[in-house]
């Protein structure tokens, strides 16, 4: 099965910037949507970023466009979210995910619409 590790996230000030990591193994990276997803504590999960499994396709959250950018380096199994001007609002668990290709859409926002998980990692912003 697919399993996803995260990586890079740790406390930074407000307008700081982190990138987070995501390795992917267990499944062709070309065939998966991957996304990230954020949760705070007693709230739903999030969408942040979304990107298409050729990477020419990318879908963003109104909350965090022109600060965070997705990318993927399907030679080396890695997904990345560079995350700039961060806010304290940006504080939350972040996940990696991956929908395995269906129909060819990757701009879903729910949750559900996702395969599989990574365990996740905290952003903390102050």
């Known amino acids: 099965h697919v399993q996803l590790v995260e990586s890079g996230g740790g406390s930074v000030q407000a307008g700081g910037f982190v990138r987070l990591s995501c390795q992917v193994s267990?499944?062709?990276?070309?065939?998966?949507?991957m996304g990230w997803f954020r949760q705070v504590s007693g709230k739903e999960r999030e969408r942040v970023a979304a990107?298409?499994?050729?990477?020419?396709?990318?879908y963003y959250a109104d909350s965090v466009k022109d600060r965070f950018t997705i990318s993927r380096d399907n030679a080396n199994n890695t997904l990345y979210l560079q995350m700039n001007n961060l806010k304290p609002e940006d504080t939350a668990t972040y996940f990696c995910?991956?929908?395995?290709?269906?129909?060819?859409?990757?701009?879903?926002?729910?949750?559900?619409?996702?395969?599989?998980w990574g365990q996740g990692t905290q952003v903390t912003v102050s």
């Open positions: 267990g499944y062709p990276n070309s065939r998966n949507c």
């Open positions: 990107i298409s499994p050729g990477g020419s396709r990318t």
């Open positions: 995910a991956a929908r395995v290709m269906r129909l060819g859409y990757c701009y879903y926002t729910a949750p559900e619409k996702y395969d599989f």
